[in-house]
């Protein structure tokens, strides 16, 4: 018993001796990982921030083969991957970490959304698709659906794209009733290329609910009641529009002029076009009121006063137009060069070649990107 107890006795310091030699072991190989991982770490991020992409690759992939675990390293090398356009070793960077068994679930939907930019970016739309899909009820949710609104309307795929924008709002992401307007509007369209009236007039009523001061829909069902000879819902419609969106009524304003002929509201018509001209002067109101009034003095008297407070090219092409027939009269051949000089302004300029910085002078040093020689030796019309 006694010879057990000395052995014993002697064996528990050579047990801690060799146990302390073995974790002095471990600590000092895991500092020098340690420090040698952090070194490729800030070696790369200082070449990353130098803009030498290329190697600043190479230093995070020695990173990552120092210390294979770390999450960041593999992202921050999947997006450079990315950046770079080398979309297929960011997808390999993305998918390896997707496959390992033991990430964390908030680290696999980082690494699945991260996966889904990859495909998206290479052009890759129905693998994007279903990657940003498979992104439902995560922390990357809205992301993800913003994501698939893009690609749906990329696509032209209004109904899907419905559907997106109407989760997007009830998740309290924001208003989207004028974009689900404008898909409602286009699934119309597509309804009447096909002849698929019923369906075009239901895709109009539900643009109109789901934005119901939008000017798109108002638009599009004037158009298509005009197509279809009910021009006193035409005129309804457009009179509201004129109302709601002044600048969008001047879209539609000869067929709302051309509506009211056949209505026989044309009078009336008339002093509801003149009285919104006076609010919003276009040229497209100016034609509409030529199409009620068509005398051709008192069309050339609007025409010249439109020019001499619109210098327009439009306007002046118009008013070239009439005097092919009759002369110029006093006054017009003014407010022709006022108006010449007025849209040829912006074209007296030079334009860097560099920046796009443009000047009235001619610089041999660009102010704003400060190139040299930088400046073609001609203004912009001449170019």
């Known amino acids: 018993m006694d010879f057990d107890l000395q052995w014993l006795l002697l064996g528990l310091p050579l047990s801690f001796a060799f146990g302390w030699l073995a974790s002095r072991i471990d600590v000092r190989q895991w500092k020098r990982e340690q420090k040698d991982s952090p070194k490729a770490y800030y070696k790369g991020l200082n070449l990353l921030l130098n803009e030498q992409h290329d190697k600043a690759i190479d230093a995070f992939i020695e990173a990552v083969q120092h210390d294979p675990d770390t999450l960041d390293l593999h992202f921050a090398l999947g997006n450079l991957f990315r950046r770079r356009g080398e979309y297929e070793r960011a997808v390999r960077v993305h998918e390896h970490l997707l496959h390992r068994a033991d990430l964390p679930q908030g680290e696999r939907d980082r690494a699945q959304h991260a996966l889904a930019q990859d495909f998206m970016k290479a052009g890759l739309f129905d693998r994007a698709e ?49 974009r689900i307007a404008h898909y409602w509007c286009e699934i119309a369209l597509e309804a009447d290329a096909k002849q698929q009236t019923a369906e075009a007039d239901t895709a109009v009523q539900r643009a109109r609910e789901a934005a119901p001061g939008a000017a798109r829909p108002l638009v599009l069902a004037g158009q298509r009641a005009a197509q279809r000879g009910d021009h006193a819902e035409v005129m309804s419609l457009w009179g509201a529009l004129m109302v709601a969106h002044p600048l969008a009524f001047s ?14 509201d044309g009078p009336a018509a008339l002093q509801r076009l003149q009285a919104h001209y006076q609010r919003t002067a276009t040229l497209d109101l100016l034609d509409a009121i030529a199409i009620l009034d068509p005398d051709p003095q008192r069309c050339r008297e609007r025409l010249s006063t439109h020019l001499r407070e619109q210098p327009t090219l439009s306007a002046a092409q118009e008013l070239l137009t009439l005097s092919a027939e009759t002369p110029l009269l006093p006054g017009e051949a003014q407010r022709l060069r006022e108006a010449v000089g007025h849209a040829a302004k912006p074209l007296h300029r030079y334009r860097c070649a560099a920046c796009g910085f443009e000047a009235q002078h001619y610089f041999w040093q660009c102010p704003g990107c400060l190139s040299w020689d930088s400046y073609p030796p001609q203004r912009l019309e001449d170019l």
């Open 251 to 264: 879209l539609v304003a000869r067929d709302y002029a051309k509506s009211a002929l056949a209505s026989g």
């Open 130 to 178: 279903a990657a940003f899909a498979a992104l439902d009820g995560t922390a990357f949710d809205t992301e993800a659906r913003l994501a698939l609104l893009t690609l749906h309307e990329r696509a032209r795929g209004w109904r899907p794209a419905v559907e997106v924008a109407q989760k997007l709002e009830r998740s309290g992401t924001g208003s989207f009733a004028s």
